[in-house]
Structures are given as C-alpha cells and as structure tokens.
C-alpha cells in the first residue's frame, strides 16, 4: 500500500479494510459462513447494534415514527434521524437494499 501522507493513514487502512471485506462478502454465498464471520468480527452488544441499525431502515421505509423507533429499540433519536436522511438520499443504498428485500419477498409468494 502508498502511503502519501502520516496523517492519512489510519483512514486509507480503515478504508481499505472495509473494502477488503465488501468485496469478501460479495463472493461468499454461504450464509452460515457470514454469520460466523460476523459473529467473531463483532462483539454481542456490535451485533445488536448492527442489528438494530437495520431494524430502524425497516421501521423508517414502513412509516413508524422516529420516537416510536427510538422506544422499541432503545435508539437515540440521533441515529434514527442518521438513518432516515440516508433513507431519503436519491440513491440511497439503504432504498437499494432493501428493493432487494422486497424482491426476495415477492418470490416466495
């Protein structure tokens, strides 16, 4: 790796880093292979938070309010409000994700 500037470097690794495991994951296509992975990645309280994270895109796209969200979760307002401007982008990765969602729900009908 180029290294051009000291002061850059723990963001060009941490970048590089979750590049790396993008592209990892996007070629794993055992599940039980990523949760495990997730599993000693992430402590217990990272997973729940990560799980949450998702939960609160879901709530947010079906119309719940931000302070119902925050309750059932336990969330800050601030993270649910994060969430919901990303939601809200034009091309909003979370707007992308979860059409896939909605895709994979259509054909188990």
């Not at 790396?20 to 599993?39: G, H, K, N, Q």
């Not at 990645?41 to 998702?54: C, G, H, I, P, V």
């Not at 336990?74 to 401007?85: A, D, E, K, Y």
Request: glycine fraction near 2%; charge should be negative.
């Amino acid at each position: 790796m180029r290294v051009k500037n000291t002061e850059t470097l723990p963001n060009e690794q941490n970048n590089d880093a979750v590049q790396e495991i993008c592209s990892l994951l996007a070629e794993i296509t055992d599940e039980v292979l990523i949760r495990d992975f997730f599993e000693c990645l992430f402590t217990q309280a990272e997973l729940k938070d990560f799980a949450n994270r998702w939960h609160l895109v879901k709530e947010l796209e079906a119309g719940t309010t931000q302070r119902l969200i925050a309750k059932k979760y336990n969330m800050s307002l601030c993270n649910i409000t994060r969430g919901s401007r990303e939601l809200k982008k034009e091309d909003s990765a979370f707007k992308r994700v979860l059409a896939i969602l909605h895709a994979r729900e259509h054909q188990d009908d």
